[in-house]
Nanobody, 127 residues
């Protein structure tokens, strides 16, 4: 049974940086695609960044390109999301999620493509 735990959230000033971690246990991530999503109250989950562990392929929402970087550490079974130049409107609960479907069979940024989710972690961007 795959379990995901997010860490690294908190309060940061506009323009600042945070690094989120998604630690997996129970199953190796090497056959998974991991996605980072975020959600604000009253809205659906928005896909932010994605990585397929087996080949390292990454994808990003247009709104975070050049500012966010997703990476994986196979030895630690952990995926990271480095977020730079954060904006107040990026305040949200951030979730990591996992799917072991072949990449060509699902919509990358659709939450329904992912079976396993972490509990979420708050990121607040405010002065």
């Amino acid at each position: 049974q795959l379990q995901l735990v997010e860490s690294g959230g908190g309060l940061v000033q506009p323009g600042g940086s945070l690094r989120l971690s998604c630690a997996a246990s129970g199953v190796s991530l090497d056959r998974y695609t991991i996605g980072w999503f975020r959600q604000v109250p009253g809205k659906g989950r928005e896909g932010v960044s994605f990585i397929t562990i087996s080949n390292g392929k990454t994808d990003y929402a247009d709104s975070v390109k050049e500012r966010f970087t997703i990476s994986g550490d196979n030895a630690k079974n952990t995926v990271y999301l480095q977020m730079n130049m954060l904006k107040p409107e990026e305040t949200a609960v951030y979730y990591c999620a996992a799917t072991d479907w072949p990449r060509w069979t699902f919509v990358l940024d659709h939450p329904g493509s992912y079976a396993d989710w972490g509990q979420g972690i708050q990121v607040t961007v405010s002065s």
